[in-house]
């Protein structure tokens, strides 16, 4: 299983990698394999699990989805234009067969947020989403993007309105714009996941949940509840879900015929 | 651009009026990529331009990862 990408770095051997990924598939035979095990435990005083190739492409979407503007170091970020080429790679990726995507996200640029949805959603390829912690605004309607979502009986989801600070010049013509930013999230979340519309907005209008706003703040069980998402449950239920569904897909399709 | 986060806004652009990356173009292994560079031999990944499409699922080429520059004699 390969990850997707994250800011933290652990240096190696000058070489370096995110540290929650897996190291690139050795291209070497066993008994080199062998013997750059052995380097690592002299000059490291560690070893590498031996890594086995996996049919499933795991993705996280951490801290604040960045978009059109590079933000501030303080923020944890997932960079949107590394993880559309991943996913193109994913869907093309032959001995991909099934995408999970893990969420822990404060929200972040509506439109790289809907960009990164939009890919899910028309992957071909089984997708499993799994909200761990939290998967707030923008997060939503990633987490609601996949044939099948998961939530942590302690996550929680944030549903409020799309809101701004500053100047404001033109008020009509502003409210009409961000009213319509809200529509294409809204619209998006009542499409790909079973919450009504008139529900979705009642949580979003809702008084006295989140401070300093308005909106609610959804928990796992609840999101289950009012239909937004599948299932509460955890990576084990991730993965045994993605399995059935990539068994499913290879039953229903035999023969994989390459394109000429 | 709009932002639909939960932490309020001023936290997220903190210090945004400060930043001041040196970014410049390079082209390693046929990926062209931006990097921002970490004193004079380092820099750090920020975004692949242009890569196979393989490559953008390898870990070594991830935004954020280090790269290292040897220094040469010009002349060479």
Redesign the interface.
Same mark, same amino acid.
């Given at each position: 299983m390969?990850?997707? /990408? *994250?800011?933290?770095?652990q240096?190696k051997e000058?070489?370096?990698?995110?540290f929650v990924?897996?190291? &690139?598939p050795p291209e070497v035979g066993p008994d080199h394999r062998r013997s750059a095990a052995t380097d690592n435990i002299q000059q490291l005083g560690q070893i590498n699990v031996p890594t086995m190739e996996s049919n499933i492409?795991c993705l996280s979407v951490i801290g604040?989805v960045e978009?059109?503007? /590079? *933000?501030?170091?303080?923020?944890k970020t997932t960079?949107y234009?590394?993880l559309i080429?991943?996913l193109? &790679?994913?869907e093309?990726?032959p001995r991909i067969e099934g995408v999970l995507i893990i969420l822990n996200t404060?929200?972040?640029?509506?439109?790289a947020?809907l960009a990164i949805a939009e890919m899910i959603a028309s992957l071909s390829k089984p997708t499993v989403t799994l909200v761990l912690g939290?998967g707030?605004?923008?997060g939503v309607p990633i987490a609601v993007s996949a044939d099948h979502s998961i939530i942590a009986e302690s996550a929680t989801m944030?549903i409020?309105p799309?809101?701004?600070?500053g100047l404001v010049i033109s008020v009509p013509q502003t409210f009409e714009y961000?009213d319509k930013?809200q529509e294409r999230?809204n619209r998006f979340i009542v499409t790909h996941s079973r919450i009504s519309e008139e529900k979705l907005k009642e949580l979003l209008f809702k008084t006295g949940e989140?401070p300093?706003d308005i909106g609610a703040t959804v928990g796992g069980p609840d999101a289950v509840r009012y239909g937004l998402i599948h299932q509460v449950g955890g990576i084990g239920d991730a993965i045994r879900e993605l399995n059935r569904r990539m068994e499913e897909r290879r039953a229903g399709r035999p023969m994989e015929v390459p394109l000429q | 651009m709009t932002l639909y986060t939960v932490l309020p806004l001023e936290h997220v652009l903190a210090g945004v009026e400060e930043m001041d990356y040196a970014f410049e173009d390079v082209v390693i292994n046929g990926i062209s990529m931006q990097v921002e560079f970490l004193g004079a031999t380092r820099a750090r990944i920020v975004r692949l331009y242009s890569a196979d499409l393989a490559d953008y699922l390898n870990p070594r080429y991830s935004p954020g990862s280090i790269i290292r520059y040897q220094p040469v004699r010009e002349s060479d």
């Amino acid at each position: 299983m390969r990850m997707g /990408i *994250l800011g933290s770095i652990q240096e190696k051997e000058g070489l370096s990698v995110p540290f929650v990924s897996e190291q &690139a598939p050795p291209e070497v035979g066993p008994d080199h394999r062998r013997s750059a095990a052995t380097d690592n435990i002299q000059q490291l005083g560690q070893i590498n699990v031996p890594t086995m190739e996996s049919n499933i492409f795991c993705l996280s979407v951490i801290g604040q989805v960045e978009g059109h503007m /590079i *933000l501030p170091p303080q923020n944890k970020t997932t960079k949107y234009e590394h993880l559309i080429p991943q996913l193109v &790679a994913a869907e093309q990726n032959p001995r991909i067969e099934g995408v999970l995507i893990i969420l822990n996200t404060v929200g972040g640029d509506v439109e790289a947020g809907l960009a990164i949805a939009e890919m899910i959603a028309s992957l071909s390829k089984p997708t499993v989403t799994l909200v761990l912690g939290g998967g707030h605004s923008i997060g939503v309607p990633i987490a609601v993007s996949a044939d099948h979502s998961i939530i942590a009986e302690s996550a929680t989801m944030t549903i409020h309105p799309i809101r701004m600070t500053g100047l404001v010049i033109s008020v009509p013509q502003t409210f009409e714009y961000l009213d319509k930013m809200q529509e294409r999230v809204n619209r998006f979340i009542v499409t790909h996941s079973r919450i009504s519309e008139e529900k979705l907005k009642e949580l979003l209008f809702k008084t006295g949940e989140v401070p300093r706003d308005i909106g609610a703040t959804v928990g796992g069980p609840d999101a289950v509840r009012y239909g937004l998402i599948h299932q509460v449950g955890g990576i084990g239920d991730a993965i045994r879900e993605l399995n059935r569904r990539m068994e499913e897909r290879r039953a229903g399709r035999p023969m994989e015929v390459p394109l000429q | 651009m709009t932002l639909y986060t939960v932490l309020p806004l001023e936290h997220v652009l903190a210090g945004v009026e400060e930043m001041d990356y040196a970014f410049e173009d390079v082209v390693i292994n046929g990926i062209s990529m931006q990097v921002e560079f970490l004193g004079a031999t380092r820099a750090r990944i920020v975004r692949l331009y242009s890569a196979d499409l393989a490559d953008y699922l390898n870990p070594r080429y991830s935004p954020g990862s280090i790269i290292r520059y040897q220094p040469v004699r010009e002349s060479d």
